[in-house]
């Protein structure tokens, strides 16, 4: 039975036309859902296949210049008779630039609990008055945590630098402690590149998937129509 050369007045229907059509719709529901199982089951393969070979060509690309460079640093170091040790080397010319380098998280063992304890106990201590909120607040501040929970390792100078302003020996301890903690780790390597117009102007080369847009002429709009219910 076609449902959709029947009337609209289901009342016209008798009990078991209706339950055949209800039959209908149902099974057209169910084969449509088979059907778009079908389509990302064949998708899915595609679209990684696309993405692995992407991934494998970005990898020998970013791999090749790391080459490139490193024969130049290695005559650097030569010429100039001094092997520098930096995160990062940047390489210039006038229609562009690169640089080189590798990114550091912060890291610590797990003695930094101990640290942050003795210098919390020394900020447990002070008078709250006027005289020492302000001191107290930024001590703190120094301390907090980010969303990991972990420590920042650019707040461990902020603390030394307190030690030369307090003379307080707990405070002190606690500080170097947290210090002798910090155990920074070297992530990834990473490559960015730049084009330089003549006015000077630097547009950088997308080299991700986030980063890159999508071809001329396409357009990804699915999310500007709304879903049929």
């Known amino acids: ?5 029947l009337p609209k007045d289901i009342t016209k229907y008798s009990a078991k036309e209706l339950k055949a059509a ?4 149902e099974a057209k529901k169910e084969k ?25 060509m970005i990898s020998n690309a970013k791999t090749q210049a790391f080459q490139f460079f490193e024969n130049i640093l290695k005559l650097k170091a030569d010429v100039y008779g001094i092997k520098e040790k930096q995160q990062s080397h940047t390489f210039s010319t006038k229609g562009g630039e690169i640089t080189i380098g590798y990114r550091v998280t912060d890291g610590w063992d797990d003695t930094v609990s101990a640290g942050i304890a003795k210098v919390e106990k020394y900020i447990s201590s002070l008078a709250k008055d006027e005289s020492t909120s302000a001191l107290v607040d930024i ?11 972990n420590l920042k390792g650019s707040r461990v100078l902020e603390l030394q630098k307190l030690t030369k302003k307090i003379d307080d020996e707990d405070f ?58």
């Open 32 to 56: 449509d859902r088979e059907a778009y199982k079908d389509l990302v089951e064949q998708a899915v393969p595609k679209a990684i296949f696309t993405l692995c070979a992407a991934s494998e």
């Open 22 to 25: 209800l039959a209908e719709i």
């Open 139 to 149: 001590i703190f501040n120094l301390l907090k945590k980010d969303a990991k929970g």
């Open 172 to 229: 002190t301890d606690g500080v170097s402690i947290i210090s002798e903690a910090y155990k920074p780790i070297r992530s990834v390597w990473y490559i960015e590149a730049n084009l330089i117009d003549e006015d000077g102007t630097r547009t950088p080369i997308p080299l991700s998937a986030s980063a890159v847009d999508f071809s001329q002429g396409y357009k990804f709009d699915f999310n500007s129509e709304p879903v049929k219910s």
């Open 1 to 5: 039975m076609n449902t959709e050369t």
